[in-house]
Structure formats: C-alpha cells, structure tokens
C-alpha cells in the first residue's frame, strides 16, 4: 500500500517535471549487502534511482562525515540514507546530512521540527513510520518502549503521544523493566533483547514489534522473539517509508527549485545633515552577510559563490530553474549631456531601487557597471552611487570587486602574446617545422586538438590525421601569414598610464628584430570587457571569443582568436567573470555588480546576465533598474539597438536625469574649472538660463520617443536650487512629452527622497509599450551611421574619410555589415564638438574611422579621435588614499 501511494505521487511529480530523475544516496559501511537489494527492489518498484555508496567496514565518523558533505553538495542527489553500524550513529554524523536532504528525518533539524508539530517541513524516520503503521487504536494504552535512544527513540515518544498512547522508556539494564513489561500493552524493542531476560517477563496477549538496526539485515543474537515473520514485515515496511520519505523530499526540492517570494529584511537608514563623505556614510551602516541576503531574495545555495561577507557571485544555473518564471519590468536610468557638473544617474538608480523596495514593499534590483580603478585612483572617483543612495561597502565596490577585471586584463594580453609570438614563429620557420611543433608527437601519437580540428573544417579540409595534410594544406593550416601593419588587438592594464598610449615591442634581440608600434588601452575598453556585457550563456561567450577579429592577413581577410587556437584558454580566464556579483545598497536591497565597458568606444551598459537573472527573481510585479553610460543620445540608443537586441528584452520605462546645474550650462552659462568655486550664475536662481538650458532635456526626451519608451524625467535637486527653477523643470519636461517628471532628494535622503519618482516610475510602466529599434540590421553600413547622426544627434549629414570609407567597404566585404552600430563620438555634446551645448545644429558629422567589434557584435565608427587610455592629472586622488595598518581601512576614498 504504501509503495503504491509512493509510485503514484512520484509519478504525478514526473508528469509535471518531465526532466525529473530524483536520486536517492545510500551510504554504507558494513559488509552486508542485502540492504543493497532491498532498497534497489524498492526504489524500482516507486521509480527513484537509489546509488549505494559502500564504505569499508570499520570506517571512521569522519570519512562518513567526508562522505555525507560531498552528496550534499551534490545538485544531481536530491535524498540522503545511511545504513551504519549502531556505533556510528551520532550527532556529528547525523547532522552532517543536510536537513532538506535528510530522507531518514535523523538530523536535529528534522527531530526539533517533528517535536514542535511542523509536520509539513520534517520528516519522521521510516522506522517510526513502520511502527506507527502497523499499530492502531493506541488512546490509553501503555508502550513501553525498550532500548530506543538517540532519534529514533526520541521520534517514537513524540509520535505515540500524539495517537494518545502512554509511553515508558527503559534500557535492558533497568532493574524495574519486568514490571514494566507486565504492565505494557505494547513492547516496542529498539535493540536486540539479551538472553538474560526472558519472554516470560511479558504478558500475554502484548503487541511486540522489533526495530533493531540489525532488523533489516536479518543479523539476528541469541535470544531473538517468536515472531521472525513480523520483523521481516516491519524491517521491509521502514524500507518502503523511506521511498516514500524519498518521494516528499522530491517533491518538496521541486518547491525549492522554484519561484520565493522575497523576505527582505531592509536596512535603516538615519541621514544626518550636512552629509558626510561617501565613505562615512558607507562606514556607518552595517550590510547584511551576502548569504542571508541571497536567501531573502529566493537565491538557492549552490546558487551563489561568496567572497568575503559583502558580495558573492551568482551562478548562471539559476536562469535554467526559473526559466518557465515571468520577468519583472525593466527600467533604464539614463541622462541629458553631462557636464563637468556631474548629473548623479548611479546614485538616482539606487536611490530608486531604495524606494521601490524598503519604502514601496516592491521587488527591485539595480543592476551597475563595475568601476575601473583607473579613474579611481586618477580623476573621477567611484561610481557606487553617493550620499545616502550608494552600494556598499563602497570601498570594496570601488577595488578589484571579485577579480572580473584582472581576469578581462589576463585574457586580454594573452591573446595579444598569442599574436605576437605566432608572427615571430611563422617568420623564422619552415611549414614543415612549423607544423611538426603545431601537431607535435605525444606519446608516440601525433594527432590534432579540437580547435585545430575546428580550424581544418573552416579551411575546407576534411581530414583528422596529421600525416596525410598535402604539402599545400599543411601550409595553408599552419600559415595565418598576419600582416603587422593591420594588427588591431592591443594589449591592456587597469591604470591610467598615458606613457602607454603609444609603445614599441620586439626591442630584445632574441625577438630576432620583429620591431612593431603598438599601444595599451584601459583595461575596460577591451573588445572582452564589451562581450562580458553583451552573452547570454558561458557557449554564447566562447564563440563570440573565438570570433573576435584581431587583424587581416596578407590576403586581406579577418584573422580571429579561433585561428590562434586560444577561445577556449580565454574562456577558462573568463569562467568566474561571467557570474554577476551580488551586494546591497544602504538600505540593504539587492543589486547586481557586472560589466564596465567604455561607453564610448563600447556600448557603455552593464551585462545582460545581470538584467536577465535580476528579471527572474524580481518576480512579474518587480522592477530591475540598469543604468546607461554618458547622455541618453549615446548610453540610451547604444542600450537599445545593441544591448536589447543582444538580449531580446524590452524596457518598460526610461528615467532620464537632469540637474538644475547642468541645464544652466547648456543655457550658455559660464565655463566649470574642476576644484574652483562655483559662479554666481550656479548658486543663485536664474530661470532665464534654466529655460534656454532646457532644449537639451527636451531633445534627450525626443531621443527616448524614438523608440517608442514612456520617460520619467529625474531631476536631481541640489541645496542651491529654487523652488521656481525645479518646477520650471519639470513643467518644461512634461510639456515636451514627458510622461512625468518628479524632483529628487535620494541623495541627501536615501530612498525617502525618491519615493514619488518610484511611484512615477511604477505608473509609467503600466502604460503600453511601443518599442522599437532605430535602424534595420539589414541596412548598409554608411545608412546606419548616417540615421544616428541625424535622428538621435540632430547632425546635417556625415563625411566618410578615405580611410573610414575603405574601412567600410572591407567589413561589408568580409561579411560584417549587418552588425549594429557603436558609435565613438564625445560624451561632452550632441555634436562632435565637446565645447556645444545645448542642441547643436546645421553640422557635418566627420567620421574618421571605422573599426569592428566582431566578438562583440558591432561596428564602431569614430567620430574625431577616441582616447582607450586616460592620463593621470596633476594631483591624482591616489594622494589622499591611505590604508591604516592597524583597523585596515582604507582612507580617503572618496
């Protein structure tokens, strides 16, 4: 009966998890195999697959113990059993199983759940079961229950209670037991009776029933009960309640395997005023251990990788277990021209994201770059947000996070290496030695890697062994034949070094004289920084790696990093950085850490990864809030015609920022000198430059309406700006299409400050989405180019030069001219002059050059000259960054 019930509960369970293979775990450490048998005939009969694993007999607590930790780190077991010698059933074993994998219900968590009445979240131990089942109409009788201890003993007396039965623990030993046994109307044995007690001691007409550990064994002491038969029966029914024991744990996995609703336990916050440093405020709040945090916001264990307290990476597995899970809304902060002013678009996500969930009770995540530590230590400071809406600790956000970068810089230059040292071995050997080094001897056998296997097929050679390659098709395998003079791969470092900005290489004389230029870029504006960003899966990541083109070959066709053999040593470089990396803002609400590409010669967004695991756990009411590089004309339309066709998303919202300061500088108000003090034009009311400044706000909004994205305006209220300068803000934003536009105080406030803009935000969601992209893929190349220089810059035409115009008709060639566009034009205005504010208009944007990203999947033209690495100033911030030996906190950051 009870097998039937268990086999039909499974197989219901399958119908609706057709891939479930649910794996029962029997450790063992005695050399009797008839267990084996039992549970195998059992477990077939339900349909579970059960594995034993047999440990020596006499094998210590802790090679048990090693055992146990390694099934329970294991995805693809979902129960665990032990079948041990009595000596070994000990809490140090026992709760080493863990609780939710715990078949048998012997784990202190399972007990303390049974004894407190949580029948839905424990399990009772299958022999208790057994017993249970085989006695009925137990109100006011006496059991007595003889050498049960431990678990099960302790199972047994909560269990028998419950049915209203009086219960009576003694040992073997007791001097009281025959007058115990007389009195019992049932006698449960936990252990094999000694010949020195005799059945005569009970009372006729007494229920027996055996649960002895060496029951199911069938190894029986001197001395054993009558009644062989029914301890067959109860050793074979505790057998069958452990499958159905398996069953529950199954089903309750499946539970676990989906969709939580968040317990997010926020953080207060107490903003003093005047407000103190980024770091002090950083300091002054306590986060949560990033493990608590990933459970309250319905992250599975082995669904997270910790580093240190703060932060931890979140592994890809979880997009396959909430595949079938509804995304949240997706909104982009975005914002007018920036200006040396600063317009504040990390700090108003994460003043949103405060709001939405410790002030609104919705789910939100923000999902953020991570900062180079170039301008860390150089010019700009961080980008953990500020004030009261930041990330934190904001020092470790601001410093090496988890190593994504080093790992970007690492796979980087070794493909550059790979470059370099293929030309010099091409030069100074013959195709002969040079494919006898490429296909070497190994043990006698020669053969080909799966990558040079990879490289024949593309060559149109069909032939797997090394010895029968023709002359010609030796060499043309062995041959890439780059030219030095098209090399486009340059190598990286995470500093702002100028020096680098143009280098030789090759200087040694064992380099045989192979001098070339070359040059290092920031370690950010690498093609692989931007190909973090842009895969959706650890497969779509290596053959965007392998397609990364780094030069031409003397032909004149792309030479990629497949043709160097070294996609999948980059890939093993890039495994972990591929994780985003979870933290908390101030008020302790999740955000995603992921990605830094150069929002200039790159896309400028954080990774679709972030934005797509942040859309499944937000849940179908939540909100995920992704910030874009630089003004919406370059961040926005990068995010919309190269990041959501990358990841098929579609945003809800846009939120695009502004300040007062700022508009007043677009109006035509004086010149900004970093350090100097503010002019008077900044710090005192001036609606007639607010106004002229406005066009700015209003063309960025005309931007957003391109794609057909309802807009939020934010504006950022700083202490200097009036009550009429900001409503004469946001009157304007809304008069120029604006679904609203809301004042802000986040960063004095935290997410207080930001409420009306999350419930703006939350409205302007509701409203129907006409998305669309700017241009067809399918369009030539100079067309693309052209509907972003007038549509979205307000550009008359463009001008190809020479160069920029070969460049095009190469890519178009080689099969690269349905690639969206990138473009690499100045951040500091809609034109490519950076001293134009405002709306620039009647100018001809000069394309110089045009460069692809074929790993990434965009072409970049470049509008004048684009620096890939920024120079340290005068007085860089690393002068004020200290570190005090004694706390270990670092000083001066910000």
């Known amino acids: 009966k009870i097998t039937e019930k268990a086999k039909k509960s499974l197989a219901s369970l399958k119908r609706e998890n057709p891939r479930l293979e649910p794996t029962l775990a029997v450790i063992q450490a005695h050399n009797d195999h008839s267990i084996q048998d039992l549970n195998k005939n059992f477990a077939k009969e339900v349909g579970l697959h059960v594995i034993h694993i047999c440990l020596p007999e006499g094998s210590s607590k802790d090679e048990i113990v090693n055992e146990i930790l390694r099934l329970n780190e294991d995805p693809n077991v979902q129960g665990l059993a032990l079948d041990l010698p009595e000596s070994l059933y000990c809490s140090k074993v026992l709760n080493a199983v863990k609780p939710e994998k715990d078949v048998d219900g012997l784990s202190s968590v399972n007990l303390g759940r049974l004894i407190h009445g949580d029948a839905y979240n424990c399990l009772v131990p299958p022999t208790v079961c057994a017993v249970m089942e085989l006695l009925e109409d137990l109100g006011g009788k006496t059991v007595l229950l003889v050498g049960t201890s431990g678990a099960v003993g302790a199972a047994l007396q909560c269990m028998l209670q419950r049915e209203g039965a009086v219960t009576v623990s003694c040992q073997w030993k007791a001097p009281q037991l025959q007058t115990k046994l007389h009195h019992a109307d049932v006698v449960v044995v936990g252990s094999t009776k000694p010949d020195d007690v005799p059945v005569s001691w009970i009372k006729p007409g007494t229920t027996i029933i055996s649960c002895s550990h060496d029951l199911l064994s069938e190894k029986h002491n001197h001395g054993q009960p009558a009644n062989h038969a029914a301890e067959n029966a109860v050793g074979s029914l505790a057998v069958a309640m452990r499958m159905q024991n398996m069953v529950k744990t199954t089903e309750q996995w499946i539970q676990s395997q989906q969709y939580r609703k968040w317990d997010l336990r926020c953080l207060k916050l107490q903003p003093v005023s005047p407000v103190p440093s980024d770091i002090e405020i950083s300091r002054a709040q306590s986060p949560k251990a990033v493990d608590v945090l990933a459970k309250e916001i319905g992250l599975l264990t082995d669904e997270i990788e910790i580093y240190g307290q703060t932060k931890a990476k979140v592994r890809l597995s979880l997009l396959e277990r909430l595949k079938d899970q509804p995304d949240g809304k997706y909104v982009l902060v975005a914002g007018i021209t920036p200006t040396p002013l600063g317009e504040g678009k990390s700090t108003v996500t994460i003043g949103l994201v405060q709001a939405l969930t410790a002030h609104l009770d919705i789910n939100s995540f923000a999902c953020l770059r991570q900062p180079s530590q170039g301008p860390t230590f150089g010019v700009k400071g961080g980008a953990a947000g500020g004030g009261y ?159 990364m083109v780094v030069a031409n070959d003397k032909k004149g066709e792309p030479v990629t990093a497949e043709d160097l053999g070294v996609t999948g040593a980059l890939a093993v470089l890039m495994k972990d950085a591929i994780k985003p990396t979870l933290m908390q803002t101030l008020e302790g609400t999740p955000v995603f850490v992921h990605a830094g590409p150069f929002a200039n010669i790159a896309h400028g967004n954080s990774s679709v990864l972030a934005d797509k695991i942040a859309l499944k756990l937000v849940g179908e009411t939540g909100f995920v809030v992704t910030e874009a590089g630089f003004g919406a004309d370059i961040g926005m339309e990068k995010f919309f015609n190269i990041k959501c066709r990358a990841s098929g998303l579609v945003p809800s919202v846009v939120v695009l920022v502004a300040t007062v300061r700022a508009l007043k500088m677009h109006g035509g108000g004086p010149n900004v000198t970093a350090g100097a003090p503010l002019k008077k034009e900044y710090t005192e009311e001036n609606l007639q430059l607010v106004a002229d400044g406005c066009c700015n706000l209003q063309k960025q909004i005309q931007i957003a309406q391109l794609f057909g994205v309802p807009v939020v305006v934010a504006l950022n209220v700083f202490k200097t700006d009036s009550v009429a300068e900001v409503d004469l803000v946001c009157k304007i934003a809304k008069q120029s299409g604006a679904f609203d536009a809301v004042p802000c105080n986040h960063w004095s406030a935290g997410g207080g400050g930001a409420v009306k803009l999350a419930q703006a935000v939350e409205k302007a969601a509701r409203q129907k989405n006409s998305f669309k992209y700017l241009y067809s893929l399918e369009l030539p190349i100079v067309e693309k180019i052209r509907i972003i220089a007038q549509k979205v810059y307000g550009a008359e035409d463009i001008e190809l030069s020479p160069a920029a115009q070969t460049q095009v008709d190469r890519y178009t060639r080689q099969g690269f001219g349905n690639l969206p566009i990138c473009m690499a034009k100045t951040h500091l205005s809609l034109s490519h002059q950076p001293d134009r504010k405002g709306v620039p208009t009647g100018f001809i944007l000069p394309i110089s050059d045009v460069r692809a990203s074929i790993g990434a999947g965009f072409i970049y033209p470049l509008v004048g000259t684009m620096s890939t690495m920024p120079g340290l100033p005068t007085r860089p911030c690393f002068y004020d960054i200290d570190l005090d030996p004694i706390t270990e906190q670092v000083k001066g950051l910000f």
Do not use: C
């Open 389 to 547: 809406a930041q990330v934190i600790p904001m020092e470790e956000f601001n410093l090496h996070l988890t190593g994504d970068i080093h790992a970007i810089t690492a796979a980087n230059n070794l493909l550059a290496a790979a470059i370099d040292a293929r030309i010099l071995h091409e030069n100074t050997q013959s195709d002969k030695a040079l494919y006898n080094r490429l296909v070497p001897v190994v043990n006698g056998v020669r053969g080909f890697s799966a990558i040079q296997l990879a490289r024949l097929r593309r060559l149109g050679i069909n032939k797997s062994d090394p010895g029968t390659l023709t002359e010609e098709e030796v060499s043309k395998f062995a041959r890439l034949d780059i030219d030095p003079s098209t090399i486009t791969w340059q190598r990286v470092v995470d500093t702002n070094d100028r020096f680098l900005r143009k280098i030789t290489v090759g200087q040694a004389n064992t380099e045989k004289g192979f001098i070339r230029q070359a040059q290092f870029d920031i370690a950010v504006a690498s093609e692989i920084m931007a190909i973090l960003a842009l895969t959706t899966s650890l497969q779509d990541m290596k053959e965007r790696l392998g397609k």
